[in-house]
Structure formats: structure tokens, C-alpha cells
């Protein structure tokens, strides 16, 4: 199971981490891999983030033994190898068929939850703002009240079944190269500039 973005309040991680570290069956076959934050040299922010991770998912000790790791911030690259991890096992040392959870109640877009759908991962999403116009619910991903544990937590659930959906990662891969790449959401605003400035002097 894994989550990327900023170590800020507004992301959610702990909720993710509360949601993982309270079910029993996640937690026996799932690790859980938090990527994002400066570990080193945290803001403010970055602190109260990692005391409640700490609060939730023990010392780095704890977490090691339980199956969390924090990453902190990574290269995209290096991202991107985590979540193709993820989807499609390491050898030996990951299996495949994870999850992508992400803990915001609200995202505007949402750059990692796209790039999860891209490397063929089932999607966790707010409820609120941009992921839902391009998740489909039930098969690409589960939309839900992401500011809620409970929720939360049976939304990652019902998402590791969506493994067996036939055709879901061709449908979350082709949604992605054909309408979320940068030429074309480019093409896309371009159409959009064009209607706006017609009849603009």
C-alpha cells in the first residue's frame, strides 16, 4: 500500500496510516510505504506530521517491525519505480498488487494519484475536487469520504479487489496517455482558450 505527497496536514498521511495500522488483514498482507517530507530536516509542519505517524505507527523501530516505511521525498523517478513496485511486484521482496491511498480530504488534481493509475495501481481518492472526473468508481479506483478512518479504510479494502476486475489497468492506463499527458490536457486547454476568446477583440 502506498501514499506520496508532501508531509503536510492537508494530505492526510496519518489518516492513511491510522486506516493501514488498525486493520488486522492490512496489516498482515500489506506493508505500507509513505513517500514524501523531508525526514532530515523537518518544517513545522513536517513535524506535527511525523508525531502523529510516530503516535500511530510506533518509532522507526516499531514501524520497521510492523511493515511501514517512510521514504521522505524522493525523486520522481524513484517514485515512479515505487509505485511500478507496487503494481507489479520486486522479485522476491514485493509482491504484487497493491494499493495507492491517498488521505487528502480535497485534491485540486492529484499528480500521484494519475501517475498511480498509470503504473496500473487500484485507486484510493477524495471525494472532493478533481479525482473523481477522472477515477471510475467501482472500477478504475474507490472515490469516498476520505476524512474519514472507517472510510478510508474500507475504501483501500474494496480497492485490493479491484484486482480482479478484468481490463481495469488498460482502462486506468489508456485514461491517463490519452486525456491527462501534458500535450494532451495542453490540447485540451487550448480547445477551451479558443471558445473563450472567440468574438474577443
Known amino acids: 500500500m502506498v501514499t506520496v505527497g508532501r508531509l503536510h496536514p492537508n494530505k492526510g498521511m496519518a489518516r492513511v496510516a491510522a486506516a493501514w495500522a488498525g486493520c488486522p488483514t492490512l496489516r498482515a498482507e500489506t506493508n505500507l510505504v509513505i513517500v514524501g517530507g523531508?525526514?532530515?530536516?523537518?518544517?513545522?509542519?513536517?513535524?506535527d506530521v511525523l508525531a502523529q505517524l510516530d503516535e500511530v505507527l510506533g518509532d522507526a523501530v516499531d514501524r520497521r517491525r510492523r511493515g511501514a516505511i517512510l521514504l521522505g521525498h524522493q525523486p520522481n523517478e524513484s517514485v515512479a519505480h515505487v509505485l511500478a513496485a507496487a503494481a507489479e511486484g520486486f522479485g522476491d521482496q514485493?509482491?504484487?498488487?497493491?494499493?495507492?491511498?491517498?488521505?487528502?480530504t480535497k485534491e485540486e488534481?492529484?499528480?500521484?494519484?494519475?501517475?498511480a493509475l498509470g503504473a496500473g495501481l487500484p485507486v484510493v481518492v477524495p471525494d472532493?475536487?478533481?479525482?473523481p472526473t477522472y477515477v471510475a468508481h467501482g472500477d478504475t479506483g474507490i472515490v469516498t469520504d476520505t476524512g474519514s478512518v472507517e472510510r478510508l479504510r474500507?475504501?483501500?479494502?474494496?480497492?485490493?479487489?479491484?484486482?480482479?476486475?478484468p481490463?481495469?489497468?488498460?482502462?486506468?492506463?489508456?485514461r491517463v496517455s490519452e486525456t491527462m499527458t501534458i500535450d494532451a490536457m495542453a490540447n485540451a486547454l487550448i480547445d477551451?482558450?479558443?471558445a473563450v476568446c472567440v468574438g474577443v477583440p
Open 167 to 174: 481490463g481495469r489497468v488498460a482502462r486506468a492506463r489508456t
Open 109 to 115: 488534481f492529484g499528480l500521484a494519484i494519475v501517475e
Open 128 to 131: 472532493d475536487g478533481g479525482p
Open 192 to 194: 477551451v482558450y479558443g
Open 154 to 165: 474500507a475504501a483501500i479494502l474494496a480497492a485490493r479487489a479491484l484486482w480482479a476486475v
Open 94 to 104: 514485493v509482491a504484487p498488487g497493491g494499493v495507492y491511498a491517498a488521505g487528502a
Open 38 to 47: 523531508d525526514l532530515e530536516g523537518p518544517s513545522a509542519d513536517e513535524i
